[in-house]
């Protein structure tokens, strides 16, 4: 994925920073850092116009296969249940459905309830569980870890590295970071700058 120095603003039109030219490749497992307010967010969101809307300045390879998830879990459906969610966009059978949800951690009781009955955890694992089957090779993923517990959270981490996906993601979880990152962008002085680790980031951020 290629795309051009864009200027990032605000949902209102207020000008945040210019992006540089870009390159994400196989591989490439970058983290955006900035603090609050930055424009993080904005970024990510106009990525996934880009990709689900070709709308805006950004353009993408029609070979990318998207997997996204916001912080706000907003790509579920809280009307549906579980089950609904993956026997209905993937063809996987009932019982098989069934499984996977168990394994996520989404227990028989809870399969056929509405999602807006579930737990924090238990959505957020089930949004994992639909990232796996989509089986993307570009991640785009804003604040994954809200309300993964440790067991999610290192699930994820397995299937973010284990492969050569690409992946543009934020996160405030300094070791999800280290542990996942192989590249950092930083929104530092209206300006979106590479750096080859997040720690003078983590140590600014210390500082104020």
Same mark, same amino acid.
């Given at each position: +994925? &290629?795309?051009?120095? @864009?200027? !990032?603003?605000?949902?209102?039109?207020?000008?945040?920073?210019?992006? /540089?030219?870009?390159?994400?490749? %196989? /591989?490439?497992?970058? !983290?955006?850092?900035? &603090?609050?307010?930055?424009?993080?967010?904005?970024?990510?969101?106009?990525? #996934?116009?880009?990709?689900?809307?070709?709308?805006?300045?950004?353009?993408?390879?029609?070979? @990318?296969? *998207? $997997?996204?998830?916001?912080? #706000? =879990?907003?790509?579920?459906?809280?009307?549906?249940?579980?089950?609904?969610?993956?026997?209905?966009?993937?063809? !996987?059978?009932?019982?098989?459905?069934? $499984?996977?949800?168990?394994?996520?951690? !989404?227990?028989?009781? +809870?399969?056929?309830?509405?999602?807006?009955? =579930?737990?924090?955890?238990?959505?957020?694992?089930?949004? +994992?569980?639909? =990232?796996?089957?989509?089986?993307?090779?570009?991640?785009? =993923?804003?604040?994954?870890?809200? #309300?993964?517990?440790?067991?999610?959270?290192? &699930? *994820?981490?397995?299937?973010?590295?284990? #492969?050569?996906?690409?992946?543009?993601?934020?996160?405030?979880?300094?070791?999800?970071?280290?542990?996942?990152?192989?590249?950092?962008?930083?929104?530092?002085?209206?300006? %979106?700058?590479?750096?080859?680790?997040?720690?003078?980031?983590?140590?600014?951020?210390?500082?104020?």
């Amino acid at each position: +994925m &290629a795309f051009p120095d @864009v200027q !990032v603003q605000t949902p209102d039109g207020r000008d945040l920073y210019k992006s /540089g030219e870009k390159w994400i490749t %196989l /591989g490439d497992r970058i !983290v955006l850092l900035g &603090a609050n307010g930055t424009g993080k967010t904005q970024l990510v969101q106009m990525v #996934h116009r880009a990709l689900t809307c070709d709308d805006g300045p950004l353009k993408c390879a029609r070979s @990318v296969t *998207l $997997g996204y998830s916001d912080q #706000h =879990l907003s790509q579920l459906n809280p009307n549906e249940t579980p089950m609904q969610t993956i026997a209905g966009q993937f063809d !996987v059978g009932d019982q098989r459905a069934r $499984g996977l949800l168990a394994g996520a951690g !989404v227990n028989i009781q +809870m399969q056929d309830t509405a999602l807006s009955k =579930l737990s924090g955890v238990q959505k957020a694992r089930l949004a +994992m569980l639909v =990232l796996r089957l989509q089986h993307p090779n570009f991640y785009l =993923l804003d604040e994954p870890t809200n #309300h993964l517990d440790i067991e999610g959270q290192e &699930a *994820l981490e397995e299937e973010l590295t284990r #492969h050569d996906a690409a992946c543009l993601l934020v996160s405030h979880d300094r070791q999800f970071v280290r542990n996942v990152g192989n590249r950092f962008s930083w929104i530092d002085r209206r300006r %979106l700058v590479e750096v080859d680790s997040p720690e003078p980031f983590f140590d600014s951020q210390l500082m104020d």
